[in-house]
């Protein structure tokens, strides 16, 4: 009687320690991260033409392999990627988004609310997988012609393991789409569209020195990536 026991308290031993191990590594394949972004936004810091309804528009964005980028200095801007800059949209952008999951180059989608012209920050909680371990998040700043912010190709797992935190100071970028010079001009389509470019007030035009002074140098935020 007691050597059954014996063997059924070892039993039960074994496959709890199985149970462990197969969860272990389910868990580690996987991990759930926050996304804070904290604008530094203000009149104070980019004085010149600053808007009354300074806002950022719903963070959209993805997971994803280093196969594909949703957006990249010196290259032309995705119709999806246009869209957010110059309106907001998440819509044209989820489709580009849904047509890399379909060919198994993104994971996740994030998709997070906008920092209103009351607040400074905003959060979203999404999930990662070593398949496909890059970040990519986009928002419009608001109002504007064409210009956005946002992170491109962050990697949350390295070296066999999840990242625990990473902050990232962001900066402007403009999507080539529109020559406005000021938050609030009125659509002026650049024809043909140029190159991403980071925005900045070192640009040799005139009128975009009495626009706007964005340096390239200058944060306007910080993204924070928290593993939870």
Known sequence: MTVCRILILVLCALITSACRISYGTSSDSTALYELEFIT????????????????????????HNSDIKIFEVGSLASSGIVSMAETGSKSLLKTEIEDFQN???????????????TSNSVSVIFEVSRDHPLVSVVSMIA???????????????????????????VIAYDAGSDSGVTFSSSNLATIPRTSIT???????????????????LLSIGRFTLTKK
Request: hydrophobic share 30%.
């Open 40 to 63: 530094h936004w203000s009149a104070a810091n980019f004085s010149t033409n600053f808007p009354t309804n300074r806002h950022f528009s719903g963070l959209i964005g993805l997971t």
């Open 103 to 117: 060919r198994g180059q993104s994971g996740s989608t994030i998709d997070g609310l906008g920092i209103p012209s």
């Open 143 to 169: 109002p504007s012609p064409d210009w956005f912010t946002g992170i491109n190709s962050v990697p949350l797992y390295s070296d066999g393991q999840w990242v625990e935190q990473i902050d990232i100071s």
């Open 198 to 216: 980071k925005l900045s007030s070192s640009r040799t035009d005139t009128d975009f020195q009495n626009g706007v002074h964005f340096s390239s």
